[in-house]
């Protein structure tokens, strides 16, 4: 019996939640880490998903690839797709869009 190991990725970053109020203004920052926000990472019927900490940091294992995330808040969040490189580690920061306007 042939067992082929997948060489997995550290992937790992910040996501950032904004606006966070309906009129910005200059020198207050109009988005803040998006603490407590589910991940949900998918590819070719594999779904990982990962909670950020406090301060919008999350890291989760993922096998190199095309991948599609989703959040459990906002409107959208970017990228939607992306790719995970062969490598030990990797970093993808996320913006989720609050909708508010």
Known sequence: MLVFAVALTLLHGIVHIGPTTPVCQVGTPCDKPAGSVVL????????????????????LSLAA???????????????????????SSARRDFAIDTGIR
Not at 41 to 57: H, I, P, Q
Not at 66 to 87: D, E, K, L, N, Q
């Open 40 to 59: 949900t990472f998918t590819r070719a019927g594999s779904t990982r998903r990962v909670r950020t900490d406090a301060e919008g940091r999350y890291s």
């Open 65 to 87: 690839g095309t991948w599609h995330v989703r959040a459990s808040t906002g409107m959208r969040i970017t990228p939607t797709t992306f790719v995970v490189p062969r490598a």
